[in-house]
């Protein structure tokens, strides 16, 4: 790390992980603010008067962001850019991000566009960032010496994935996993949805979630083949996945029921599941990143716990926690896992993916 | 049916369980209510009194039961009554209950303490009144000629049985069955869960709810065996059940995500399930009882339903609701079922197990 | 009454209010659903396709009422119709309300247009049903022989004025108001209120409600004037009201806390306050309408009610619940008053205007 | 301020108020915590085990007081505290805050029993620490040479009060005060207020807060007497105060409505307020408090601001958030306040003055 900061621009910057991005960059070690996006409307008003009224965190506006122009999202106004943020939605996130990549800038994006997408990595940057050595292949398939689109996951999936990955370095595959999510509110944006869905009640349903927790799951997992030019999407070891998505009335946090079992048998005990998730560490931890949790995945033993409101804080965000690790009557081990969907489930994923790369070299 | 009533008791008439019942009894046109208890607190008080400050319900006291009064849960008070509902908590329940039996009085229970007895049938009324034939085994156990105790089961459990047993009527015994329930703050009682603990949260622990779900399933799918003395627990066909039990920040109605596979494969498909629930009919219905639904089980076609708040008062929250039915990646066929638990989870069960019992000569 | 229903007509049939029109005219003694109207994008389709998604209540779209056509807004479908009720955005409320009476139609108008309109009565159902006297004016204005707008007032209105009529009555003019709401969601309408607005949250702006509170008042408690040609505004007795208004995180039902002050001192005590409001009859009660509750204002003795999910069914919704009447440090006298916004705030408003416009013969 | 902390003790310690005492003094620049006091059932316990499953905070428990020993609340384990906070219920608050003044310690108390106390000061430490001025008095009455209790005020006067003293300071004194307030549940501890009378739903009661609200204004806002041996309650200009108060549906943060008139007339306008309000600056500021806001009152221009969940962590909670200022038709002024209600309504306030007591010496 030198002393110099990088630039860097948020796309998207007046929306809901718009706003995370920018709170988690007014302050940050290695990235500088220098270029913020968002849609013509927005496109020469300052932040303060672009995100008037849609400002929903609980903090200001950082001082030195208020002030600062707003662009529309087109290359040239990021070209100082070492790194570009996207929070778009995922109407304008296809076409964007492709002219940001073609333009050279190095893209690190919330959006669902290119997370299926075969040249570019869907990385969980507590799990899978061994898939930024797809980056290469990407640049050359494409002509491009420096520009590339890095994806993170779903906020749901992300929660999940990461106790699947740390018990499957310690167990060997996975045979099986069913989800059942209870989502925040806050996974769907500004405005989002109405409060008369959400006061008194649930709703059962989120459009496409079950299919990416099943399909973003075994991108993740798997490794890359051919020389590092494809994934493998967990093939050598098919897994079945089945997810029920659920819209609940809680702010932020979402919390999921998981039930596994594992292709080896006899499969660990609750214990071992326990102690293979408390002792897991990852990749951006040993690379001292700054926004790396300090414990991946907190183990509670209390028996009401993780829950929302109370646990989504722990590691400012960026861990993992579970709970309730016991035998299930069906499949081996089931429990309970809580994502801050708004932090590691969004902006913190993006934000530590581009740290991950900095750290090894993928930003020179 | 004669135009004399059946009079009927009520005990915990002060709780949240004895305020339902009071309130589908008032006007019922078979059952007349004639005597309430509660604990010793409330004993010598008005009914009006006694419930002052903790009757919650959104309809008043019904105006004839305003001035009753409220005697300790002794037999004596109840002589008169030909049926005796019991709302108490489990605390009591165990020998207030009994020592209404020995006085030779029915009493059908909301309460934990006796589903698992083996002389007495854990009846849900839309599924297993059949097991009504053990209650001359239950008398002649303890010599008596009219007594016995019928008890209904546990609110989670009641909406997942319901399209369970459509299932194995139509389609033979069920292999597998997991279920993650999200159920509402009124299954706890009152004062019962804080409101520091449903604001902005979940809590993914109910103290003794998924052992509920994993045993009574069996006894109410099960049949009677060893001429009508015993039950057979399922034990023919061996079901493998895992629950996992949140509580979640809704008033009213619990909502379970479950996925089944069944015995005979080819399994059925999500169409000729969603059929076979839909078409669902049980003897409380043909027997006409009053508290009966119209529709047993209401399939819901639109892809975010059922939800607890729009769904929970259909049928008189006397039905079940069943959406979402589609292939389970994992095993054959998952869906979303919400029953209203404090209806038919609750006293609407215990009514109208009475109601059919009834029917069937049981009480005369 | 014939035996013979009146039919009416229901626009914006397919919004939150048009839904509440729906149910409430679905079963009616007087009047009969003949004609649905809505946006040009509903219009050709069935009610059933038309709200689909959209309904939002807790019991299903009446069965006789799913098949119906929705017809666009134009008065030409309508013509069979002795009432058309608005549910209408004030958005198109203004134009398509005029052109229904323009064509000899009698308009019942839950929209704010026409509330301050020289000629329009503005009429709570249960506080100034004299104002309908006004109507001969109104046609004789406009050349029509049949037609004419009626409008009832906004939901936090309504709550918080018919108190304030009972206490004028019984102990002649106010002299001040002070009214501080805390409003339902519903009362925004569907989607409306954002769920991230509305958990963990209180909005202490609701955009021109403390305007409406503090004119519709004066209109409403005034009398008419120069041989009923005009509204007197309350003017022979100047009023101050102060409004403060705020959205919270409730389903339906508009609590208010309120204090006042009288012209005559002494003022009347807490204790005769609370006699007056008990003791308020209503001409709608007088005149045996169908949709008049039997008491008008319920007054609660417990410290801790009206509470709006406890006590907003009370009468079905049609009276007003007041409780917590004490005297009032700087003015005479404070209370907490709560109706239910969804029904006498809104659609049973009109429908019992219209049903005392029938009594008096203003319908014939 | 020495290199060497004050050693402290926080009794009630794992009351709700206690957990928030414990997070903001483990990391605390003049005070170290040292000592903790809860009742007897806990005492013995290391506090990990004494607080078990009752730690409702954001925060897990600070690393170096899980293992603290919890001692009964006598003043024989405290002797070493320079300062000892207190967070007990009013039950047990009384003797044991008399009995720790009376061993010569310093009680610094946020429970109601010595708020009325003729000589214990009632201090909001953004609006009165002149009164720790009849500190010397209280001690001389008691024949002590170094204990005293000095007391804060109630949650929801807190947020009135310091709008009211900047107010005052500006413009004069005040004639009337009327305060509706919508109250967060935390402010009832826990398990505090039931989930059933929290969601869906508002208690427009608490009982005593009215009251509360209405009579330590007076004592705040007015000064000392007689040589600084008595409190004059603002008695020189009699001030008439009416409160409303609510419960509602929100974690943490008291909103309020407010409308005030000046004795001095014409009133200051609306523009004059908000920027009487904004310039205003405190003590505990001027002094360098470290948990002193840096703006003591942040007015918001936002028509929908202040909102509880956006704005109660502004200035860490220990600021007070004020808008839609705007003129009242019946008194001079009407506007919104927050305040965080477990920070500078509770905890925040007793640190607060402990501070500035060091400041000014009343701690040596």
Redesign the interface.
């Known amino acids: 790390m030198t002393d110099i900061k990088i630039k860097v621009g948020v796309l998207g910057a007046t929306g809901t992980v718009g706003q995370r991005f920018i709170l988690q960059l007014s302050s940050h070690p290695v990235f500088e603010l220098a270029a913020l996006g968002a849609s013509s409307s927005s496109a020469g008003k300052s932040y303060y008067e672009a995100v008037?009224?849609r400002w929903?965190?609980?903090?200001?506006i950082p001082s030195q962001v208020r002030n600062m122009p707003v662009h529309e999202c087109v290359p040239g106004a990021f070209s100082e850019c070492g790194v570009v943020f996207s929070g778009l939605d995922s109407g304008p996130a296809g076409p964007v991000e492709a002219a940001f990549r073609e333009a050279n800038l190095r893209v690190f994006s919330n959006a669902k566009n290119y997370r299926r997408d075969p040249l570019c990595p869907l990385i969980v940057p507590l799990v899978n960032p061994s898939h930024f050595d797809i980056l290469p292949h990407q640049r050359a398939s494409l002509s491009l010496d420096r520009g590339f689109i890095v994806t993170n996951a779903n906020c749901s999936t992300t929660g999940v994935i990461v106790p699947l990955k740390a018990l499957e370095d310690a167990f060997g595959p996975l045979d099986?996993v069913?989800v059942?999510t209870?989502q925040a509110?806050?996974g769907a944006g500004?405005?989002?949805?109405?409060?008369?869905?959400?006061?008194?009640?649930?709703?059962?349903?989120i459009?496409g979630e079950e299919e990416k927790i099943?399909w973003e799951t075994r991108k993740i997992l798997g490794g890359l083949k051919q020389n590092n030019t494809a994934f493998d999407l967990h093939e050598s070891s098919p897994m079945?996945?089945?997810a029920?998505c659920?819209r609940?009335?809680?702010?932020d946090g979402h919390?999921s029921?998981v039930?596994v079992s594992f292709k080896k048998q006899p499969a660990p005990s609750p214990e071992q599941v326990a102690e293979a998730l408390r002792s897991y560490t990852c990749e951006a931890q040993k690379l001292g990143c700054h926004s790396a949790p300090a414990q991946a995945i907190t183990v509670h033993h209390?028996?009401?716990?993780?829950?929302?409101?109370?646990d989504?804080?722990?590691q400012n965000g960026a861990g993992v926690n579970v709970?309730?690790i016991r035998a299930?009557?069906?499949?081996d081990v089931?429990f309970?896992t809580l994502v801050n969907n708004v932090m590691l489930g969004a902006a913190t994923s993006s934000v530590l993916n581009a740290e991950i790369a900095h750290k090894k070299g993928f930003l020179s």
């Open positions: 008037s009224g929903k965190q609980m903090h200001p099986i069913m059942q209870m509110i806050s500004y405005p989002g949805v109405s409060s008369l869905d959400m006061l008194d009640n649930i709703v059962p349903y459009s099943e079945r996945i089945s029920q659920n609940v009335p809680v702010v919390l029921c039930s209390e028996l009401d716990r993780p829950q929302p409101r109370l989504r804080e722990w709970g309730r299930c009557p069906v499949l089931k309970v």
